[in-house]
Each structure stands twice: as structure tokens, then as C-alpha cells.
């Protein structure tokens, strides 16, 4: 059983605040994952709730208890990091055995124990080779499994693998989520790489700067992003966003964007779920899925011209033009034979996100 909190942790180096107000908990067994751009902070949280930099303010807990003035060694919390830091003149064996033999275990249940890490992450062949005869991933399997054989309170590891090549990276995430479901351990993972985000977290936590822009499952921070940094940063290809006015047109609501001849069709429940806000500065947000693309005209669709299109295996990226701005729409391979086709756009309701423009905030609007 292990919690871990975070309460207005707040953290400075020099005059420049890196953490800023950082309110979190992480329930028993979660795996969580913060994700963010380089510089914002992240490993500087990791190091904090391991003991290894000191915070400003806040408080953190483990399992209800105040730690921060405990030292790393008393927190009983496991690190692993991207760069490989095994023990060279060390074989795997004694890497991994390493931890262990500050305890009072004896060389029999520490043989045992060595091995079981060893099996469970299916490295026992390499147990007495060196650090230097071994590959990246390998490499990578020790150092989880020396991190893992004192049983620690929490996992905390920093971009384990975001050192290794792609395909071993995808390797390599599997195994972490497969480890990670059969041991069970609060774990906190870093990384700047979304898919990985994506596939391994319970929850993920979205950093910009310093601040938390948004905690939520995989789907509620793709699905209902809380701002437009969050909406910008998860998803690839990116969302579209535009500026947008909405007015009331006939019995529908009409969204035209920027500069554009003429509005998208909305549901007219769109005008009161703005709650008061269709007067404002507005931003529409939309994923390529959510831009519909015909041959033919059809009541609610925009007549546009393709520009660039980009084949992307079992997908096609189509840019269109909708006034001066340019929105790229998801479709089967081969829908449009290429730039410079007419074609009618319409933007699913459903899929669309409204943005306050000045706080970038999102409006929850949902259709
Ligand atoms: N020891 C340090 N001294 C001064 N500034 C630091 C130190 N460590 C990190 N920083 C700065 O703090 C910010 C956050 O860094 P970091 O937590 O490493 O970000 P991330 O892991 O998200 O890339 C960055 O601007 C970085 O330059
Ligand atoms: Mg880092």
C-alpha cells in the first residue's frame, strides 16, 4: 500500500520558480505518468518525491506522512533513470543484488531474491555478464530490476527508455506495462513522448511550465482537453484550432471561422451551452477525425479545395481552406486524388471543443 501526495509543492532554483503550486495524489498500485515538454519541471518533481532535491514549500506525503525532510535513503522509494547507471566493473548478478546487500538478508534469500527480479523481467541469462556486454534494452531490464528488488514503496523512473531506438522503445513499453500489471507498484513515469504517455498511464498528469494543465485517464485528456496547451499537446496529427464567432442563424447555431465566407453549421443548443460566452473571444477546436470530408454537396457543408495531402499508411491527411485558415481533415487513403480538388467540408458537433481565447481555457461545451 503506498499513497503519494503532493500539496502545493513549490520549488526554485535561483530566482526561478521551476514548480509552481503542484497539487497531486496518487492513489495505491496507479501507474502515473507526467508528460511534458522538455524544461517543465518534470524531473525536478520526480527528484523531489525521491529525496534527491530539496522543495521551497508544500508538503509531501507518503502514506498520509510528511517526507520532505526525510533523505532519499528513508523514503524507501526507487529511482531509475535514462541515462544507464549500472555499476561497470559489476556483473548483472551483483548489479542487481547490489541493493540488497546493505540489508540483513542472507546470501540464500538474496540469491532468491535476485533471481525471481531476474525471471520476471527475463534477464536470468545475462545474469553474470557485464554492464558493457550488454544491449541498450538489456541494459535498461537491470537497472528496473535493481530499482525493483528491495520491493521500494514506489517506482519512480525518468524517461527510462527514451534513450533507446523506436523499436525498442515500443518493446520496451510493452514490458513495463506487462511488469507493471503482474507486480503492482504506485509507479511514477516521465516522459515527453505522448504515445508512451498514452499507452502505459492510469492517469496522466500534463505539465507546462511548471504548472499542472490537466490530470485525467488517457481519454479524458484526449477527449476533454481542460485547456488549449492540453489540446495542442495531445494528439498526433495536432488539433485544429481557429478563432471562431457564433451566432444564431434560422433555428441552428452558425460557427465561422476567422475571416471565413461563411459558418459551420452547429445544433442551436450550441448558443446556450456557451453559457453567456458566444460574445467572447472563442476558439474551436478540432481533431482531423472531426472534420468531415464529401464530393457532394449536402445541407451543412462548406464548399473548400484541398491543398496539401498527406498519405499516412492506413489514413490520408487533407488540408482545406476555410477562409484563410487552414484545417486538416482525417480520411480513408485516396478519398481526394490530391491538391486542388473541390470538395464540401462540415465540422461534427460532437467532436468540437470551444476555447476561451484570453484564459484558454475550455468551456466544457459538449454536443
Ligand atoms: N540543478 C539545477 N539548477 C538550476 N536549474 C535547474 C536545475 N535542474 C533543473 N533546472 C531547470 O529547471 C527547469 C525544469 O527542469 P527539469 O525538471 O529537468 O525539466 P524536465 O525534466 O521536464 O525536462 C528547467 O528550466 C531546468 O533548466
Ligand atoms: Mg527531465
Keep these: 500500500m503506498t499513497q503519494i501526495e503532493l500539496r502545493g509543492v513549490q520549488k526554485y532554483f535561483g530566482a526561478v ?7 497531486l495524489k496518487i492513489d495505491d498500485n496507479e501507474f502515473i505518468v507526467l508528460l511534458g515538454q522538455s524544461g517543465c519541471g518534470k524531473t525536478t518533481t520526480l527528484r523531489a518525491i525521491a529525496g534527491l532535491e530539496t522543495i521551497d514549500g508544500g508538503d509531501i ?6 517526507v520532505q525532510h526525510l533523505k532519499a535513503a528513508d523514503r524507501d522509494i526507487a529511482m531509475v533513470f535514462q541515462s544507464f547507471s549500472l555499476y561497470p566493473h559489476m556483473s548483472v548478478y551483483e548489479n542487481i543484488a547490489f541493493p540488497l546487500r546493505a540489508t540483513r538478508k542472507s546470501k540464500a534469500e538474496i540469491d532468491q531474491e535476485v533471481r525471481s527480479v531476474a525471471k520476471t523481467l527475463q534477464i536470468t541469462d545475462l545474469l553474470a555478464k557485464k554492464p558493457s556486454a550488454l544491449s541498450g534494452g538489456d541494459m535498461q531490464r537491470v537497472a528496473i530490476g535493481r530499482a525493483l528488488v528491495r520491493r521500494p514503496k514506489a517506482m519512480l523512473m525518468d524517461e527510462p527508455i527514451g534513450a533507446l531506438d523506436a523499436k525498442l522503445r515500443e518493446e520496451m513499453r510493452a514490458e513495463i506495462k506487462r511488469l507493471h500489471i503482474k507486480q503492482g507498484s504506485t509507479s511514477i513515469y516521465v516522459t515527453h513522448d505522448q504515445i508512451e504517455a498514452m499507452s502505459l498511464a492510469d492517469r496522466i498528469v500534463i505539465m507546462h511550465e511548471g504548472v499542472l494543465q490537466q490530470v485525467g485517464s488517457p481519454d479524458d485528456v484526449y477527449s476533454h482537453p481542460a485547456n488549449l496547451f492540453v ?3 495531445v494528439g498526433s496529427p495536432v488539433m485544429n484550432v481557429a478563432e471562431a464567432s457564433v451566432t444564431e442563424k434560422a433555428s441552428a447555431a452558425s460557427v465561422t471561422l476567422g475571416d471565413a465566407a461563411a459558418g459551420f453549421e452547429f445544433p442551436r443548443a450550441l448558443l446556450s451551452k456557451l453559457n453567456g460566452h458566444a460574445g467572447d473571444k472563442l476558439a474551436l477546436g478540432i ?9 457532394e454537396a449536402a445541407e451543412g457543408f462548406l464548399p473548400v479545395e484541398t491543398q496539401i495531402v498527406e498519405p ?5 491527411i487533407v488540408d482545406i481552406k476555410v477562409g484563410s485558415k487552414m484545417l486538416r ?7 481526394v486524388s490530391g491538391p486542388g480538388e473541390k470538395v464540401f467540408a462540415r465540422i461534427d458537433p460532437a467532436q468540437a471543443h470551444f476555447f476561451d481565447v484570453a484564459s484558454g481555457r475550455s ?3 459538449r454536443l
Design 312 to 316: 499516412l499508411g492506413s489514413f490520408d
Design 17 to 23: 520558480q521551476v514548480i509552481k503550486d503542484l497539487n
Design 329 to 335: 481533415a482525417r480520411t480513408k487513403s485516396g478519398f
Design 287 to 295: 481533431r482531423p477525425e472531426g472534420v468531415i470530408v464529401r464530393h
Design 231 to 233: 489540446a495542442q499537446f
Design 61 to 66: 506525503l507518503i502514506d498520509g506522512k510528511p
Design 363 to 365: 468551456l466544457g461545451v
